[in-house]
């Protein structure tokens, strides 16, 4: 009986109150450590990162190439699928221009992450990555990038062997 | 299949930081939502329980741990989880439990403890992330709301202006909400001027993080009636999920709401939803998203949201009142109680008792939903005041 409650529970807290000690909390950092096995298909995709390509997989059934690899086809669920090197270029379907780390952190030059449309691969199939090179302002929808590889000695099998995606120049 | 109403409601205020363990607020909504129809927990068949990711709380088995707060102890009980979707994925589990005729009651609480992540809970979400193919680029939950936004605005050629009065009518109604953590009087200049955290997203375009609970009493027929002279019915459920390979899907346009919209629609009897639902609480954790499951709810065409929000449509006032309560951008985001906040506000919304926030005429039917995981899971209930099979 939402208007007959005048005692609504729950009590806020403030910085000041813990602070000074009149809350207390007890305070808890977990230390968990994780080894993620890269699995068949990633695998191939790790290796062909450190190789210097991208790396999709057609389904024959469905007509569709897509990127990241995958041991199956989650459309039709069937495991016939083709590894198919892709380019190493493509289109930016969406993007930000981030002023904030993954730990909440503020920045004063904004992070561009962007999904991108990989060419080779189907019609809106894309990855996330970083651009860079690039007047953020300047960044929209429809432009095209390449990727900017790390040196083939410092390439390890990481989504991090590309620094980053940049504008093509001249086109 | 029994038809299943919601009989009892109850919720704590949503606060940044609240005093009170995750099961000392779970335990004041039960107790409330008990009260608000006269039973006692003795009087309760099962109990569903829905909490958002173990990662806030630095708590494995937090399901389990919230177990007695939620009135759990002794019967059968199930903690589900569909990330932001939870909220309103626990009363649709409670369904199924009772339409069954497995049981006659079920007590359904939804809690979140966001603020025991330190020193901000924005890094428990890295770990949505694929491990191998996104986490080591160090992305935060605020890429793909912006990365969604930025592409619903290509789509349309739509301005962040077009979106940010959904901010001022979330937070203004708000106002009106006795448990709100951000209700404020602002104007779409205010919404533009606060910093730009993630282009398109402003801060007062992102919902807070908040700690609180939500629960509401459900009963199939016939103790439903009998319990209850003014049960609120479910009259449908829709769930779906997407692929969690969100670069290939086009963000655009959540195609997953919109299968999980018609699944609740056609149960409902629901053929033409813009003129058959009253009152709307779509899932608002960022501005653009209300409009965007707005349309997915099949409420406005494609693209055409925010032209309906410009002419006033969805406002408390309006032909459809979209987030009455005030949402999650008002009201507070404690994940999993706040879909279940919105399951409430429908409750209480139909039956006349929302106090300042009531919409005006009497709304027969509503629609709530949720949204979450990876941008890929929809969540719908339908809910009436008419019993769908007679």
Redesign the interface.
């Known amino acids: 009986m939402s208007v007959k409650i005048t005692n609504w529970p729950g009590t806020e807290v403030t910085l000041e109150q813990i602070q000074r000690g009149d809350i207390t909390a007890i305070p808890y950092a977990p230390r968990a450590e994780y080894a993620w096995d890269t699995g068949v298909a990633i695998r191939k995709y790790l290796e062909a990162l450190r190789d210097g390509y991208l790396l999709g997989v057609r389904c024959p059934r469905c007509d569709r190439t897509v990127i990241p690899p995958r041991a199956f086809c989650e459309l039709c669920f069937s495991s016939a699928i083709e590894y198919v090197p892709l380019q190493d270029t493509g289109t930016v379907n969406t993007f930000s221009l981030c002023y904030v780390t993954w730990d909440v952190q503020w920045i004063t030059e904004p992070l561009v992450p962007a999904v991108i449309e990989i060419d080779g691969a189907s019609e809106g199939m894309g990855i996330l990555h970083l651009l860079g090179e690039v007047d953020p302002q300047a960044v929209k929808t429809g432009l095209r990038v390449e990727a900017v590889w790390k040196t083939k000695r410092s390439r390890q099998g990481a989504i991090t062997d590309i620094k980053y995606f940049r504008p093509v120049r001249g086109k | 299949m029994r038809d299943v109403a919601v009989i009892g ?1 109850g ?10 363990t995750p099961k000392e ?1 779970a335990f ?2 039960a107790r ?1 939502a008990l009260d ?1 129809c006269g039973l006692d927990i003795k009087d309760i068949d099962c109990v569903i329980h829905g909490t958002a990711p173990d990662a806030f709380d ?1 708590m494995h088995m937090k399901g389990e741990y919230l177990l007695d707060g939620s009135g759990g102890f002794g019967k059968p009980y199930l903690r589900c989880y569909v990330g932001g979707g939870t909220g309103v994925f626990a009363p649709i589990c409670a369904w199924y439990h009772l339409a069954s005729g497995k049981f006659d009651t079920a007590l359904v609480v939804c809690e979140e403890k966001m603020s025991s992540c ?3 809970p ?2 428990a979400f ?1 770990s949505i992330f694929d ?4 986490r ?5 939950l ?2 793909i709301f ?3 936004q ?2 619903y605005m ?1 789509r349309y050629g739509l301005t962040v202006r077009d979106i940010a009065p959904v901010s001022v009518k979330n937070k203004r109604n708000a106002l009106d909400h ?2 709100a953590q951000l209700g404020a009087d602002l104007t779409v200049d205010d919404i533009l001027a606060s ?7 402003h801060r007062l375009m992102v919902s807070p993080t908040s ?3 939500a629960a509401v009493v459900m009963a199939a027929e016939p103790k439903a009636q009998r319990i209850s002279d003014q049960p609120v019915w479910m009259q449908g459920v829709g769930w779906c999920l997407a ?1 969690s ?1 969100w ?5 655009y346009y959540p195609a997953y709401v919109e299968q999980a919209a018609w699944m609740a629609y056609k149960m409902a009897g629901v053929t033409e939803p813009r003129k058959q639902i009253n009152i709307a609480e779509p899932y608002d954790p960022f501005a653009y998203k209300e409009l965007h499951h707005l349309e997915g709810l099949q409420l406005a065409p494609k693209g055409k949201a925010p032209e309906l929000l410009a002419q006033g449509v969805f406002n408390r006032d309006g032909d459809l009142p979209a987030c009455p309560s005030g949402g999650l951008l008002g009201v507070g985001n404690p994940i999993a109680a706040a879909g279940m906040m919105k399951i ?1 506000e429908l409750f ?1 919304q139909m039956r006349g ?3 300042k926030r009531q919409v005006p005429g009497t709304p027969e039917r509503g629609v709530a939903q949720a949204w979450g995981d990876l941008m890929q899971v929809g969540t719908v209930t339908v809910m009436g005041t008419k019993k769908p099979h007679g």
Request: charged share 15%.
């Open positions: 409601a919720m704590t205020k949503f606060v940044r930081r609240a005093q009170e607020l004041h909504a409330m608000s630095g330190q020193p901000h924005q890094a890295i491990h191998t193919t996104e080591p680029l160090l992305p935060n605020l890429w912006a990365l969604e930025q592409r290509a006795p448990c910093p730009l955290v993630a282009w398109p997203v700690d609180g609970a692929s390979y670069t290939n899907r086009d963000l409430c209480w008792e929302a106090g």
